[in-house]
């Protein structure tokens, strides 16, 4: 019993630093709000959000988003290209997106569809299909380095925007990022097979034009 009595007695205690303790509980929270982001850009990807809200599309065919060719383009205005602002964006009151330049900061992002999820996720852009005539990209950037892209692409015809749109809609089931079962048509959300980002992508068609919305959240370890 000495024995025992001495090691109860003598064996010094460690406590974790207190440095240590609070990046315990900064990884916890960071984890939360993470998951808490997750969970808000999923919910506001299947209602449509930013640039989305009001446009009204006409209901039309193709790829399974919603296509229009009357009226005036809704994806401009006077002649402007519009975008979403960042606090737009879901997950904002999170995330805090912020935008970014694609051409200095990610040059790579400013690929043309079919290519697929920021920061490689969905693989690199393989660049065998045909190029649009012109396209406008938006980068934003998040906490915890989440992504989001805007891409808006004009193509030579209307088939051409077609066949982008299919081709993106193989490119997204590759990734494992699926149509929203009951949600708007051009509404995928899915958590890419390579690097488990959740991802919520917005298609939209008017005419030779089309609109893709990105927002990506990557898990915490």
């Known amino acids: 019993m ?81 975008t979403p602002d960042p606090s737009e964006l879901p997950g904002n009151e999170v995330l805090h997106w912020k935008g970014v330049d694609p051409a200095t900061d990610f040059p790579l992002e400013t690929a043309p569809l079919p290519q697929v999820g920021l920061d490689t996720a969905c693989g690199l852009w393989s660049g065998d299909a045909d190029k649009p005539e012109q396209q406008f990209t938006n980068i934003y950037t998040g906490r915890n380095d989440a992504r989001a892209r805007y891409r808006v692409s004009q193509y030579a015809t209307r088939a051409a925007a077609e066949t982008a749109v299919k081709d993106l809609d193989t ?38 034009w089309v609109a893709v919305q990105e927002t990506q959240v990557v898990p915490v370890q």
């Open 2 to 82: 000495a024995d025992i009595e001495e090691l109860l007695t003598d064996t010094p205690l460690r406590l974790a630093p207190a440095a240590a303790i609070r990046a315990r509980g900064d990884r916890r929270r960071t984890r939360r709000r993470t998951a808490v982001a997750a969970v808000a850009v999923a919910a506001a990807g299947a209602m449509g959000f930013g640039v989305w809200a009001g446009l009204g599309l006409p209901e039309g065919s193709g790829g399974g988003t919603e296509v229009a060719s009357t009226g005036p383009n809704p994806f401009m205005s006077d002649g402007v290209v519009q």
């Open 171 to 208: 490119a997204l089931a590759d990734c494992g990022v699926e149509k929203a079962e009951g949600e708007p048509d051009g509404t995928y959300t899915g958590v890419a097979r390579g690097t488990a980002a959740q991802l919520v992508v917005t298609v939209k068609s008017w005419g030779a």
